[in-house]
């Protein structure tokens, strides 16, 4: 099988695509709230999937990361309006040191071509 990769930068491609497969690096959102960083990446990975030939209804999997676990429920507000209720992906959620303070939230997703 080939192998397709997106957005290649110097250190990481923005998706790769393997099979019936797209993997999405992390991403992380602009902004001072939780809510606008989740909507900023979270259009991020609508942009990611459209590019890879996917779409968010296709997503397998998500991991969550909050660099605070009390921004769980404003995180979710903001997932609940933007997944595909009809196809919701299997998800976990955790707490983590993320790459740079300013970061709150960082979104990795799989999901499938087709």
Same mark, same amino acid.
């Not at 957005?7 to 959102?29: K, P, W």
């Given at each position: &099988?080939?192998?397709? %990769?997106?957005? =290649? *930068?110097? %250190? &990481?491609?923005?998706? =790769?695509?393997?099979?019936?497969?797209?993997?999405? !690096? *992390?991403?992380? *959102?602009? $902004? @001072?709230? =939780?809510?606008?960083?989740?909507?900023?990446?979270?259009? @991020?990975?609508? %942009?990611?999937?459209? !590019?890879? $030939?996917?779409?968010?209804?296709?997503?397998?999997?998500?991991?969550?990361?909050?660099?605070? #676990?009390?921004?769980?429920?404003? &995180?979710? !507000?903001?997932? @609940?309006?933007? #997944?595909?209720?009809?196809?919701?992906?299997? %998800?976990?959620?955790? @707490?983590?040191?993320?790459?740079?303070?300013?970061?709150? =939230?960082?979104?990795?997703?799989?999901?499938?071509?087709?």
């Amino acid at each position: &099988m080939s192998i397709k %990769r997106i957005d =290649v *930068g110097a %250190r &990481m491609s923005g998706a =790769v695509i393997h099979g019936n497969t797209v993997y999405l !690096a *992390g991403q992380v *959102g602009e $902004g @001072e709230s =939780v809510t606008d960083q989740c909507k900023s990446s979270l259009a @991020e990975v609508d %942009r990611l999937l459209a !590019a890879s $030939g996917s779409n968010k209804s296709k997503i397998l999997q998500t991991i969550v990361y909050l660099s605070d #676990i009390a921004y769980f429920a404003e &995180m979710n !507000a903001v997932w @609940e309006a933007w #997944i595909d209720p009809a196809n919701p992906p299997a %998800r976990a959620t955790s @707490e983590a040191k993320l790459a740079a303070p300013k970061y709150k =939230v960082e979104f990795i997703v799989t999901a499938a071509l087709d």
